[in-house]
């Protein structure tokens, strides 16, 4: 992971090529991240094209793990929530291309939204995860609690539903006294 590189991602017709690809991805090999197989690249370049608007507002910051040119992995951080939530951050669209599972991308990708979340104010971080074939011990890993399980959430890309996990984490060093 030495030649790993992590920056926030701008709005560019690359930026959002690269991410339809992992998305597209991440579905056909079953990742739940609300998108069902097959995926046209259409409705992903959309998703993508919403999501990068939205961080150049503002409201989210997608970070992206490089491997040289080579887009490998991404998450999101969702920063655009009601007022009295100032302190809360959302952590959404966790991906790792497949040729880059567990060699510590997603955990890079994890500890740079929690240090751009703390430079924010933003000291409780949420997320959710499917039951099946989630990230569920890697949250468990990096200290995120888990608050609970929602049976049938979502269906599953390939079909069949699938619950959801909830998982919070306390930034300790951010709360305020």
Do not use: C
């Not at 999501?51 to 920063?79: H, K, N, P, Y």
């Not at 933003?122 to 995120?144: I, K, N, P, Q």
Request: charged share 20%; hydrophobic share 45%; aromatic share 6%.
């Amino acid at each position: 992971m030495s030649n790993i590189e992590i920056k926030a991602l701008s709005p560019s017709p690359e930026i959002r090529a690269m991410l339809s690809e992992i998305l597209i991805e991440t579905v056909a090999n079953g990742g739940s991240v609300s998108f069902m197989h097959p995926l046209s690249q259409q409705a992903a370049e959309a998703f993508w094209s919403n999501s990068l608007g939205a961080a150049d507002r503002g409201e989210r910051i997608i970070l992206g793990a490089f491997d040289g040119v080579r887009l490998i992995g991404t998450v999101t951080l969702l920063l655009d929530l009601p007022p009295n939530q100032p302190h809360r951050a959302e952590i959404a669209k966790m991906m790792t291309r497949v040729s880059h599972r567990h060699r510590g991308i997603a955990t890079a990708l994890l500890r740079e939204a929690e240090r751009i979340a703390i430079e924010r104010g933003r000291w409780l971080l949420v997320l959710d995860t499917a039951e099946d074939e989630g990230a569920a011990g890697l949250y468990e890993r990096m200290g995120f609690k888990l608050s609970g399980l929602i049976p049938d959430y979502a269906l599953k890309p390939h079909g069949g539903l699938t619950g959801t996990l909830i998982y919070w984490k306390r930034l300790q060093d951010a709360v305020p006294a």
